[in-house]
Nanobody
Framework: QVQLVESGGGLVQPGGSLRLSCAAS????????MAWYRQAPGKERDLVAV???????NYAYFVKGRFTISRDNAKSTVYLQMNSLTPEDTAVYCC?????????????????WGQGTQVTVSS
C-alpha cells in the first residue's frame, strides 16, 4: 500500500512562491509517474503537473512557466515549486501516483492520493 503525505502549503502574498512536497511510502515510487492536482472551492479538481518515471514533465497551461515539478527518487519525494502566485492559484493541492503513456495518452491516476495541503494566495 502506498501512502502519500503532502506538506509545504500556507498563506502567501500575490507574486510570492511556495514549494510543496509529497513524500511517498513503499518501494514503487521510482517506477511510477507522479502528479499534482488542485481543487478550489466550488470547482472541479484540475491536473496541474505530471512527472514521468524518466523525469519528463508536463504542465497545465495555467501554470506553465510559473510552476516546476521535480522528483527525488532517493527520497521518494515529488516537489512542486510555485512562483508568481496569484489569488487564482488558491486551492487544496494533492499529489497522486499514476502512469504516463509514450503515445501521448492522458495521465492515468492510480487510487493513491495524499490528504492535500491548502495554498492560499492573498494580500
Amino acid at each position: 500500500q502506498v501512502q502519500l503525505v503532502e506538506s509545504g502549503g500556507g498563506l502567501v502574498q500575490p507574486g510570492g512562491s511556495l514549494r510543496l512536497s509529497c513524500a511517498a511510502s513503499g518501494s514503487i515510487f521510482g517506477l511510477n509517474a507522479m502528479a499534482w492536482y488542485r481543487q478550489a472551492p466550488g470547482k472541479e479538481r484540475d491536473l496541474v503537473a505530471v512527472i514521468s518515471s524518466d523525469g519528463s514533465t508536463n504542465y497545465a497551461y495555467f501554470v506553465k512557466g510559473r510552476f516546476t515539478i521535480s522528483r527525488d527518487n532517493a527520497k521518494s519525494t515529488v516537489y512542486l515549486q510555485m512562483n508568481s502566485l496569484t489569488p487564482e492559484d488558491t486551492a487544496v493541492y494533492c499529489c497522486n501516483m499514476g502512469r504516463t503513456y509514450s503515445d501521448g495518452s492522458p495521465y492515468k491516476p492510480y487510487n493513491y492520493w495524499g490528504q492535500g495541503t491548502q495554498v492560499t494566495v492573498s494580500s
